[in-house]
């Protein structure tokens, strides 16, 4: 390759023409730092050079800059610290902001926060940063990993451009595969600048630190464009498809209620599935209005409770549900939950055999001999109404304080234990789906999806649930003629949305045209 005898910097806002005294080759990183560096040996003296610069054409300019003011003036320009915040410091700042400040749940914090850590990965080496969440909901950053070393005016825009770029390696444009890693590349980078919303820059960021222009339309990195992407049209499933869901389908209501419930939710309501997930039984109900042709309208009101909202105001409605979807999730309100066979308990004992040998031995004993803790067979005591002796019963049946049992519990017990199934409460205003629900979190959505990939010969969606909400849709909009109303019924802002994401019509009417000259 040819040396390059002069190079072109830029001094003082203009262009400047000076000697190449370092070559692009000569350049190098050391492990673990991100400047570029090179050696020269200037008037008899060995220099190193160094540059912050991602790009290496442009660390190259840089460097030959400070070769020449050191050969000019004699001596090396010092490279100023940066007193940009680190991500680190962004980090801590963005998740303790009061919600006056930075109106993003703690959950959205997070997610966009693991998003920056995605885009920024590749700047320097070190171990990821670690976020917490505590008791109280509320996420803490509690080792910053490799953000230590990154400080926030290193986050340029040639760091998301390369983000991007390095996502779609191997991907041909323009093909189906290339538009669904584009999509994902850009949420990425679309949750990564979340973290920087003019919000948060206004009230949390410009007070504590000195920030560095994210905005610059040649630097900024929220001026980052995003990679054009061309959305696909979704396409209702096959009538073969559909007819293996109508006639399978009704088995589940006995096999498991609550996937046959988040089925009846999603398909025959159009809930998505963090409305299914939080909808309750004094959801449902009658409306004011009747349908067009005079019939009764059930519906299903989406509302918040305890512990979450609907994402926006338009999502808090009243949806149309059919009569016999409504029965159907009036009926598993009392429906029995048989336990699944991975969900079986070691505990193999009846009430009866149990109240027994709870009265004859201690809790620890009885679950050493069934390989579980006493804790267990004190909840499953719990669970079925057996009463249990209190805390040190056993110690002072050792001592001599009390009589052994012998598996008689004391009258008072007896006819509490007796008496336990007589008295049905009604259920409370309780939620549709009632198995397994932990802090928001139900396994009944990824049930349904592995029901469906395992029953329903030809099913090659990725999603399920969400695939569901579309064909309610998509038939409320066939059943209407009308996609406005199938907008409203679905919640969305706009039917721009409704017609690119959910639009499909299902049932095509025979069009006749008579040809010329017939």
């Known amino acids: ?127 990821d940063p670690v976020i917490r969440k505590d008791p109280d909901g509320s996420y803490k950053l509690i080792d910053g990993g490799f953000w230590d070393k990154v400080r926030l005016d290193k986050l340029n825009k040639k760091v998301g451009k390369a983000f ?50 994210l905005e610059d339309k040649k630097t900024g990195f929220l001026k980052v464009h995003f990679l054009p992407t061309r959305k696909k049209k979704w396409k209702a499933p096959s009538q073969s498809i559909i007819d293996q869901i109508y006639d399978k389908v009704p088995a589940l209501e006995k096999e498991d209620p609550d996937v046959y419930a988040c089925f009846v939710l999603q398909y025959g309501a159009g809930l998505s599935w963090g409305e299914a997930m939080h909808s309750q039984y004094s959801s449902l109900g009658i409306a004011d209005s009747p349908n067009t042709d005079g019939t009764t309208r059930y519906t299903i009101t989406v509302k918040p409770v305890e512990g979450w909202v609907p994402k926006c105001e338009d999502r808090e409605r009243s949806a149309t549900i059919p009569e016999n979807f409504f029965q159907k999730l009036l009926d598993l309100r009392y429906a029995p939950r048989v336990c699944r066979e991975d969900r079986k308990s070691l505990v193999s004992i009846n009430d009866q055999d149990l109240a027994k040998r709870v009265w004859s031995e201690s809790l620890a004993a ?92 030809g099913w090659d969606r990725k999603q399920v649930g969400h695939e569901l909400r579309k064909l309610n849709i998509s038939r409320v909009i066939c059943a209407t003629n009308s996609v406005l109303k199938g907008s409203k019924h679905a919640g969305h802002s706009s039917t721009k949305v409704t017609e690119s994401t959910y639009l499909d019509v299902l049932k095509h009417s025979r069009v006749d045209i008579p040809f010329p000259g017939t």
């Open 1 to 127: 390759m040819k040396k390059q005898a002069n190079i072109t910097i830029e001094k003082n806002g203009k262009a400047e023409v000076i000697p190449c005294y370092m070559q692009a080759n000569q350049l190098f990183k050391r492990d673990g730092k991100h400047s570029w560096r090179a050696r020269k040996t200037i008037k008899g003296r060995r220099k190193e050079f160094s540059s912050n610069h991602i790009d290496k054409p442009e660390a190259h300019r840089d460097i030959n800059s400070q070769c020449h003011d050191f050969w000019v003036e004699g001596k090396r320009t010092e490279t100023k610290r940066s007193a940009a915040p680190t991500l680190t410091e962004i980090a801590v700042a963005y998740l303790s902001a009061p919600p006056s400040a930075i109106t993003a749940s703690q959950d959205t914090r997070k997610t966009n926060l693991y998003a920056l850590k995605v885009v920024t990965r590749e700047m320097v080496t070190g171990n």
């Open 164 to 213: 991007l770029d390095s996502r779609m390696v191997g991907y041909q444009k323009k093909t189906a595969e290339w538009n669904e890693r584009a999509c994902g590349a850009n949420d990425y980078l679309r949750q990564a600048r979340g973290v920087f919303t003019q919000r948060a820059l206004d009230e949390v960021y410009e007070e504590d630190f000195k920030m560095p222009d």
């Open 366 to 457: 009885i679950g050493k001999s069934f390989g579980v803790s006493g804790t267990t067979i004190k909840n499953h005591c719990l669970k079925r109404g057996i009463p249990t002796p209190p805390n040190g019963f056993w110690t002072k049946v050792r001592t001599g304080l009390v009589a052994h049992p012998k598996g008689e519990m004391p009258n008072k017990e007896r006819t509490r234990f007796l008496l336990r199934n007589e008295r049905r409460e009604e259920p409370k205003d309780d939620f549709i789906l009632q198995r397994h629900r932990c802090y928001g979190k139900s396994g009944a959505n990824r049930r349904l999806a592995r029901w469906f990939r395992e029953n329903i010969i």
